[in-house]
């Protein structure tokens, strides 16, 4: 299974659904789409994973780096995510207390800091 | 690369020299070969790719040796993340030197082996952010970048681990419960 990326925007905040598997191999690409969603000026970031299969390390790298990203210009990268097998990598890595993780696309986006 | 490449790169092993107990043959020394019935081989070349393959391989062997269900998804996750470390560290450090898998279908514990042959401490990952994007102050990684989300991952997700570092290479032992083993029924 590949990584399948689509965005959309809404209003000031744009949607990355991200689906398959976010691994060494693939991370590449979700990396290359968020630092060019940067470079057009959004930084206010959603990221779906409902649809993710897979993350390991590699990926949650590539989510970190986006954060760092977006926050240079004071602006957000929110989860949203419901799979246990997904979530418990945040836990164990304590990234459920950097990453704001909402469990509908529609909350995140509503959702301000 | 190409599908002939890929499957000359990714090669199990009919049988390792010195098996079963492992020592010589050319592996890394601190191998110890677990007692099983009929362990699977895995070599490969240190590219990202590869570590799918290896990924489905040792789901594949937990599932059928009769690990239970419920931690399939945590094989899955840790023999990738064990994986993905070494090919970091061969790309940095041996890109020609290929990584090597043991998965052996024990008949109480479904153990696996992933054997890297760089010397020292963790490198940073080619296809990783990079140290710096690691290495943030909220991240929880530290702040020297030296820090491996790996091994972190490793650490929280398995109970029956070990990690050895040689002057030789490393080894990344792991274990699962058979629960209903193939050959009890």
């Excluded at chain 2, 940095?92 to 890297?116: C, K, Q, T, W, Y």
């Excluded at chain 2, 109970?159 to 792991?174: A, H, N, P």
Aim: glycine content about 14%; some cysteine.
């Amino acid at each position: 299974m590949d990584l399948n990326l689509s965005t959309r925007h809404e209003g000031d905040r744009t949607v990355i659904e991200v689906g398959g598997e976010i691994d060494v191999y693939t991370a590449p690409k979700l990396r290359e789409q968020l630092v060019d969603l940067v470079n057009q000026g959004r930084y206010h970031l959603v990221v779906d994973m409902e649809a993710v299969d897979f993350l390991d390390s590699t990926g949650l790298g590539v989510l970190v780096g986006g954060l760092k990203r977006v926050r240079a210009h004071d602006g957000s990268l929110r989860l949203v995510c419901t799979q246990e097998r997904i979530l418990k990598i945040f836990r164990i890595t304590g990234l459920t207390k950097v990453f704001p993780i909402h469990t509908t696309v529609e909350d995140a986006i509503a959702a301000t800091d | 690369m190409t599908g002939a490449h890929a499957a000359d790169s990714l090669a199990p092993l009919e049988a390792e020299p010195g098996s079963p107990t492992g020592e010589g043959g050319g592996e890394a020394p601190g191998v110890k070969r677990p007692a099983g019935g009929a362990p699977v081989v895995l070599r490969f070349a240190p590219l990202p790719e590869h570590v799918r393959t290896a990924r489905l391989v040792a789901v594949a062997l937990a599932r059928r040796v009769g690990v239970e269900d419920g931690l399939l998804d945590e094989v899955r996750l840790a023999v990738g993340e064990a994986c993905s470390r070494a090919v970091g560290l061969h790309r940095s450090a041996a890109p020609n030197v290929p990584i090597v898998v043991h998965l052996d279908d024990g008949r109480e514990r479904f153990g696996v082996e992933v054997v890297d042959a760089v010397s020292g401490g963790p490198v940073p990952k080619p296809e990783d952010e990079g140290s710096a994007e690691r290495s943030g102050s909220d991240s929880g990684f530290g702040e020297d970048g030296g820090a491996d989300m790996g091994l972190a991952v490793l650490r929280g997700l398995v109970d029956d681990l070990e990690v050895e570092l040689t002057s030789s290479g490393g080894v990344i032992r792991m274990g699962w419960p058979v629960a209903a083993p193939h050959w009890a029924g």
